[in-house]
DNA sequence: AATCGTTTTTAGACAAGACTAAAAATATAT
DNA sequence: ATATATTTTTAGTCTTGTCTAAAAACGATT
């Protein structure tokens, strides 16, 4: 059986891993975590022990084929509840982590399918993340950096990077939602801020608001 | 915070002492949740610290005012859930218990009024017990135990008190459930067991089955 | 290659929740 | 009322997952 525990390691070295093939750091995984680094030599440890992560002292982890299907099958679990969420119990896409953290660690495959056939087996979840299927994979994530655009292209909202409350808060503020149509208007070297359009409004938007929309052509 | 063990150990001191309003033995807890009687006289120590329990040493355990709402919510959570897996994700009623033991220790106050009301605040879960509302409050049960029934009368199938896998497959068998009326034909003095009748069908249920159904007229 | 700073691991401690075995309190029976 | 049986509690241990403090390994610099 793997616990809540192993299974909160688990996703975040499969996040931590995505980035770079390189093997993750004990403190990488301690500083996202919030632990300190001695818990994640003992955790990880133990996830080796289990067949789940491979782990040379001093070199850091990578999960094994078996802890990298453990893990996209708990991501799974949190995308569709988060989903279910925000379309069927009225929640905001800036309330459904917390939740959905909780969510992601009740076991059975039962619940799980099921919950992804009523929710009409849906690909991303409200942020734009891939939802993984059964065997743990999903479709590459094909939208672009919103700044990698030229102006005057227009595209689709399709991913926010950074799915923290504040931010989704900020994006709420300014009417802007996945789904919407945005055309690039202009972009200004002296603070690398971009002009944008959508249906219903022209507004400025700082370079690091720019950074964590993903666009979809 | 209330652990999710504590939770548990409200649960079961709730259930318990709902017959009869004396104070509840050790032992009947440590035996109903499958656990030892020393692992009961710790939790309850620790219960009755939080001022979610009346323990008196050697005496039993009932439950404060606080302890009874926090096991009612708790039991609340459980049956919603039933029935959300029972009705939306195609749970039969013999699967669910599994499954709610889990989902009733997620915490989110929002999650449970928006599951009710995505449910159309609904009285009875699957097995036709009552559902709590927000404030721990219930309408009394008001069926009466087949057994009860004279020879002749009908009313119609509202509760059944074993909600075990065992008992709900043989209603599932059997064609029985929640909502089918049934007429009482025949009482048999040799064995205690009953003629019914429903809609589709007549047969004979043992007094022991009998024991389990409740009528409401 | 020796040193300094950083990262990682080890060793030992703690809290929660469970257990076993033994002691204490209560209940029952003669 | 005393002995016996049962129930409950206490005392001490274990596991899981965390922590702190100290030791060890790494790696960058000279």
Same mark, same amino acid.
């Given at each position: 059986?793997?616990?809540?525990?192993?299974?909160?390691?688990?996703?975040?070295?499969?996040?931590?891993?995505?980035?770079?093939?390189?093997?993750?750091?004990?403190?990488?995984?301690?500083?996202?975590?919030?632990?300190?680094?001695?818990?994640?030599?003992?955790?990880?440890?133990?996830?080796? %022990?289990?067949? @789940? &992560?491979?782990?040379?002292?001093?070199?850091? #982890?990578? +999960?094994?084929?078996?802890?990298?299907?453990?893990? /996209?099958?708990?991501?799974?679990?949190?995308?569709?509840?988060?989903?279910?969420?925000?379309?069927?119990?009225?929640?905001?896409?800036?309330?459904?982590?917390?939740?959905?953290?909780?969510?992601?660690?009740?076991?059975?495959?039962?619940?799980?399918?099921?919950?992804?056939?009523?929710?009409?087996?849906?690909?991303?979840?409200?942020?734009?993340?891939?939802?993984?299927?059964?065997?743990?994979?999903?479709?590459?994530?094909?939208?672009?950096?919103?700044?990698?655009?030229?102006?005057?292209? %227009?595209?689709? @909202? &399709?991913?926010?990077?950074?799915?923290?409350? #504040?931010? +989704?808060?900020?994006?709420?503020?300014?009417?802007? /939602?996945?789904?919407?149509?945005?055309?690039?208007?202009?972009?200004?070297?002296?603070?690398?801020?971009?002009?944008?359009?959508?249906?219903?409004?022209?507004?400025?938007?700082?370079?690091?608001?720019?950074?964590?929309?993903?666009?979809?052509?």
């Amino acid at each position: 059986m793997v616990t809540r525990s192993e299974e909160n390691y688990l996703k975040t070295i499969y996040h931590l891993g995505k980035q770079g093939t390189i093997a993750v750091s004990t403190n990488a995984i301690a500083e996202k975590m919030e632990t300190k680094a001695s818990s994640v030599t003992d955790m990880v440890k133990k996830l080796a %022990e289990k067949n @789940l &992560a491979n782990y040379i002292k001093y070199q850091g #982890v990578t +999960l094994t084929n078996e802890g990298r299907l453990a893990a /996209a099958l708990v991501i799974r679990k949190h995308r569709l509840w988060e989903l279910f969420l925000v379309e069927k119990l009225n929640f905001s896409w800036d309330e459904v982590h917390e939740v959905a953290e909780q969510l992601e660690h009740i076991k059975s495959l039962k619940l799980v399918n099921e919950l992804d056939a009523f929710l009409g087996y849906p690909t991303h979840d409200p942020h734009g993340d891939p939802i993984p299927d059964k065997d743990g994979n999903y479709s590459p994530i094909n939208s672009v950096n919103i700044l990698d655009l030229d102006t005057g292209k %227009e595209g689709i @909202l &399709a991913f926010v990077k950074d799915s923290s409350d #504040v931010f +989704l808060k900020y994006l709420n503020k300014n009417n802007l /939602a996945l789904g919407d149509t945005i055309k690039v208007l202009d972009f200004e070297p002296f603070d690398n801020s971009l002009t944008i359009e959508t249906k219903t409004q022209k507004m400025i938007i700082s370079n690091e608001v720019a950074q964590n929309l993903y666009i979809s052509l």
